[in-house]
């Protein structure tokens, strides 16, 4: 009976395993397919989700330890994230961690989960955490907001070259956390690159306005529709 019992659950584990697409694990590799729109979109989901701006120290480096133990041979090869809850779900020790290759690792974790985290807090060639405004996971959060600030509608000059600023500030900021930081390239060409956005872009935007406030074949509900979009060709050319 017991024998039964145990096999039946053994099946349902493997089932409900059988019935995601979890892929097996690939250290580095992205865990959608990247030949469909929809794998791609999947992928950027989990660039950019907040959620990871909330992982604690504690989790981060248990991520980090759990990639290492794989990376060296401590977990097998082709393990997936089913597999870890069917061997948690199987195991007779239920104190919240299972025991694989005498390594005790949190049942809440799993090498997919933990090579996002790590993805999304450190980064790949320094391996430092990467400031939490300018990572991926908070351009939600943190570039919203100066979304809204360049869409209000009546702004003056200092508004509009204030939020211009910030966001070609922000934009500059995330560019040079996520570098690629084994080709170093002096500070000059940065400083550069941003003055060169920061100006060119508070330029379109005050220019576009001093038209549109000029034009006097407007409407005044036509002139506002048209300042609206002034910020599109500021912060995309």
Known sequence: MADTATTASAAAASAA???TDAPPFQ???PRFQQTSFYGRFRHFLDIIDPRTLFV???RLREAVQLLEDYKHGTLRPGVTNEQVEIWYARSPNKDCSYHLNNEAIDESDNL???QKIKQAILHPDTNEKIFMPFRMSGYIPFGT???VGLLLPNQTLASTV???WLNQSHNACVNYANRNATKPSPASKFIQGY???VISAVSIAVGLNVLVQKANKFTPATRLLV???VPFPAVGK
């Open 17 to 19: 395993g059988s019935s």
């Open 27 to 29: 250290l580095g590799k």
């Open 56 to 58: 604690t120290e504690r």
């Open 112 to 114: 997919w989960s933990a």
């Open 145 to 147: 907001p100066i979304v």
């Open 162 to 164: 204030f939020w211009q």
């Open 195 to 197: 003055l060169g956005a």
């Open 227 to 229: 300042q609206r979009f």
